[in-house]
């Protein structure tokens, strides 16, 4: 493995890291972004290239502004009385550490079936383009249709509602 | 010619309609019984219909009877059935038409009639009119079975009948607790004397096995059976037949009034006075005696000529005793009725006596006679009363001769018949008594009874003679003035005096007819046989002693009229005496001590028992019950509820418990799902392992 | 350790650091950026097998991961909406307080 690989890597785990961590939760939200930031990185090291810049355009170009937005109309810049950890908190920890230690564990001992090297894929838009056309053409209009509803969805739940229309 | 039996078989003789003479009385008693309101004119007519019925077929019996005698046969006529059968054995029952039977039955039947006669006017004021002619029917019928009865248990049954009209009767004024109790003593009494019947009874069922009295020689009184009883050994050197016989008479003695079971009869007095005539003068207490004539083959067996037997002895021996013990006592009674009360008790002993001493003929002689002149004497009586305003005390009477002179007359014909008046000749009572002494006279055990009888002939006539002179002369020591009785009371009076003085003619020794007739012989009349010497010097003997008590009695009370107040004569004379006597000699106190505080004493234990013993048991019971319940109780709602209430709170206290899982905080959710999550997937993981 | 493992490696990590947050952060918003890291790890993984996998020519996992970001674009959308709506409401996005469902 080459050093760009671990460079990337821990660059977006301490994304991560300070997502969930970070008091302010603004600064949480400029992490993510890093987190999505180092992903997509990560894509492009894993010759996906399409997956990458789809992951900075959507993610980092829409989820992450859309969470910035989401908490500053909730006043979350705040810091919010109580700390910031919930209840009895240790518990969600040792439970995610658990988690890790299943998965580690899962992918450490399957190591002898994982292959070592494989050619390099080449993968044009238009292969995707053409792919999104026939053969995953359902998906992608459930997908559009799922997206619409979303849409709908967020706006309506999102919206203000008159006084006296409870 | 010895007595023959026949079983009759036509269906047109008089034997086999015989059971309608005491049936159609007890019908009409029923029927009147069950009338809705009181109809006084069809009670009535029922009454005295259905006993003048009974008289005609009486009648026809009679001298159908006679004409048998006439032709030379002695006859019982029976006719049996069988009422119960228990595997072998048969109770059979019938009735029987003899001599002895039609002449009860033509007794009975007349007097009675005369008497209801009688009773239509004696009762008009009273209220339960129609239950009187009700019971008097029903009594009737009952006293018509028992003569009639050819069954030691059918003449039982009747016998009882009769006993619970006669209670009836007694306590018809029921609302007087005196008669109440009268009549109960009454009860109580005779069931005495019935237990010692029912015991002869039985005794008598399983030693011949039949309880029929004639039943074409295998009948209880027939010789065959009566051999079978003699043999019999029994306790006291007596036999079977001794002893059942005296059992038997027990019965009679507690039934007829004698020593000591007489107790009852004066106080069954209290019973209006038509039902003391009947039922306490002329039949029921003549029962008694009928019951041994019926029997006295029995109470005969084992005699050797010109003996008896210790069953008559004793039988004759306590109507000896009655005999004086009672006519002393009615010297010093003041009670119209009770004086008449004590007489009858009197000349019961005398009829017993006359059966033990003398055979049936005598005794039943005197009982016919006897009827007569006490149902006179009493329906006399009952006319003073009525004419006196329903006063009773003869201390308060007198002078009645002239206010009441047809109750007077018929009185004063009464009272001599009773008193066995020889002149001049007319007097039934005299030939009857006559009878009887004649018999003491020559019995063979003992000349003390003749001495016994002759003595209460004396205190027979003193008695009278002072009731007499007390009630109708002298003069008038009432309240309210007398008068004589309406004719329907003095014509049965009229019609019983005749037959006080002429029905005697028929047992003279000059023409012994009656004796004749019961024993199947045939009869002559013979004028000069009374004045054979013996039967002069008896007649004269009797006929001086009734004289010396009638002018004994007549000097002491004359037409002196003491006031009531007054002591009387004999009182003043040997007062100690004459409170003994008046007293009735003690006999009702002394039962009162010994037998009625005995049973006083065991109702008090038994009470005690009762109350305390099965009590506490009871609600020693009731106790543990109610214990138990309130255990069930306490388990039920502590335990079983409890158990069940705790239960269900750990439930609930569980589900509280349990549902501390819903925290309705979503991170908890999400931690639960990524564990849930991490061990399937470690499991999953390890599973595949190879 | 294949390259393979690494990427996965990574990916389990990065879900675990999301998971983490997820469960232990008391604001709603940072759950739901707990549940975007979940999101793109598990996007890691499947890049990263169809890039180490025997068929990369199908883009089977490339499409997988198209997918799912599309889906998790709006799965944000819609979250982040309701979670101002509840915002609205009561007023706090502390998860703690939002216990009506409680049992």
Redesign the interface.
Known sequence: ?NSV?YLI?AL??VG??A??LLRN?VH??LA?TV??AG?AL??LD???Q??GF??IL??IG??AI??V???L????SET?K??????N?P???V??????A????????S?SV?????AV?V?TVR??GN??MD??VL?LEI?AL??T???I???I??M?EKEGQK | MPPQDLIISSPFSITQMLWLIPAVPVVAAGVTALLRQPKRRTAVTLAIGSVSFSLLLSLVAFVHMVVRWAEGFCVHETVNFTWIQVGATNVELGWVLDPLAAVMLVMVTFVSLLIFIYSTGYMKHDENYTHFFCFMSLFAGSMLGVVIANSLLLLFMCWELVGLTSYLLIGFWYQKPSAAAAAKKAFLTTRVGDVFFLLGMVWLFAQTGTLLFYNGGTGSMEPEALAGLLAQPAALGLTAAGAISLLIFAGAAGKSGQFPLHVWLPDAMEGPTPVSALIHAATMVAAGVYLIARVYPLMQAGALAGGTTTALTVVTWVGASTAVFAALIAVAQNDIKRILAYSTISQLGYMMAGLGMGGVAVGMFHLVTHAFFKALLFLGAGSVIHGCQDEQDVRRMGGLKSDMPLTFATYSIGMLALCGFGFPLFFSGFWSKDGILDAALHWSVAKTPFYMLVLGALLTAFYMTRQVAYVFFGHWRGHKPAHESPAVMTVPLAILAFFAMTLGLIGTPAWQWFSAFLEGRSACFDLSRIVYPEFLALMGTSTVVVILGIVLSWRLYGDRSPKPEQPDVLEKAAPLVWRWLRNRLYVDELYEVTVIAYYGWWAWVADWLDRRVWGGVVDAVAWAFRGWAQLNRFLDSNVVDGSFDKGCDELAVGGGLLARVQTGRVQTYLRVLALAVMVLAAILIWSSRT | MTPLASYLLVAALLFSIGLAGALTRRSAILVLIGIELMLNAANLNLIAFWRYGPHPEALTGMMFAIFSIAVAAAEAAVGLGLVIHIHRYAHTTNLDAMNRMKG
């Open positions: 493995m690989f890597s977006t785990v991560g890291l997502a969930v939760t949480c939200a993510l987190a999505f992903l990560l894509f894993l010759d996906a399409f997956a789809a992951q959507v993610y829409a989820v859309l969470v937005f989401a908490i109309l909730t006043r979350g919010p109580g700390g910031v950890y919930s209840r908190w518990v969600g920890l439970i995610a550490a658990g988690v890790f299943v998965l580690g564990w899962a992918v450490l001992q190591g994982l292959p070592h090297e494989t894929p993968v292969q995707i792919a999104l053969r995953y998906p997908v799922l997206l509803t979303a849409m969805g967020a706006v739940v999102a203000h």
